[in-house]
Each structure stands twice: as structure tokens, then as C-alpha cells.
Nanobody
Framework: QVQLVESGGGLVQAGGSLRLSCSASGAIASVNDMAWYSQAPGKQRELVASITQGGSTEYADSVNGRFAISRDNAKRMVYLQMNSLKPEDTAVYYC??????????????WGQGTQVTVSS
């Protein structure tokens, strides 16, 4: 079964760094666009960063210059390097990917989320 699994979240002080990882597994033909979203308590899930299959990236204004998204197509993984973290970055971070499975069915998948907490 196709699934996404995130890792790398945790507790960090303001100004610190974390690196999130997301692995796609299962009967996959191709992994297309990938992205990271965040959801803070009481707020909607928001796009943080996205990356196309070819490596083009986009960032939310709030993280531009501090975060970097990257991917390894051979490993079917996407990463989010988070630097200069702020308390307002505290949220659950979700991996998102558009995947064609081995039966050529194209769907959007979500990971289970990983908690990032930034203390002041």
C-alpha cells in the first residue's frame, strides 16, 4: 500500500534548526510534485514549501529565506531543512505528494504528520 511517513520533528529552541524527512513507499510508478504543509492548533493547514519533480521550489512568505525543501527522486524522499526557527513555526508538519502507483492511478497522499515545537 502506498504511504508517506514523516520523521525528524522535535523540540528546539528559537534560532535552532531541524531537518524533516518524508519517505514514500509501496507500489509506486512515479512521485510527482511534493510539498510540506503546517497546521498549528486552531488554524487551517497551510502550504509551507513545494517542489516539482524537476526541482523547482516555492515557499510561503513566512519561511522564505529560512527553510529549504529538497528531494531525492531515487530514494523517493523529500526533506525540509528548517533554520532560524521561531516560536510561531510551532505546528504539526505534514508531507504531501502526488503519486502514480503501479496500476497508473494518480492520487494525492498525506503523511501522518510530525510535531515541531519551538520554545522561546
Amino acid at each position: 500500500q502506498v504511504q508517506l511517513v514523516e520523521s525528524g520533528g522535535g523540540l528546539v529552541q528559537a534560532g535552532g534548526s531541524l531537518r524533516l524527512s518524508c519517505s514514500a513507499s509501496g507500489a509506486i510508478a512515479s512521485v510527482n510534485d511534493m510539498a510540506w504543509y503546517s497546521q498549528a492548533p486552531g488554524k487551517q493547514r497551510e502550504l509551507v514549501a513545494s517542489i516539482t519533480q524537476g526541482g523547482s521550489t516555492e515557499y510561503a512568505d513566512s519561511v522564505n529565506g529560512r527553510f529549504a525543501i529538497s528531494r531525492d527522486n531515487a530514494k523517493r524522499m523529500v526533506y525540509l531543512q528548517m533554520n532560524s526557527l521561531k516560536p510561531e513555526d510551532t505546528a504539526v508538519y505534514y508531507c504531501n505528494a502526488r503519486i502514480v502507483d503501479s496500476g497508473y492511478l494518480y492520487r494525492q497522499y498525506w503523511g501522518q504528520g510530525t510535531q515541531v515545537t519551538v520554545s522561546s
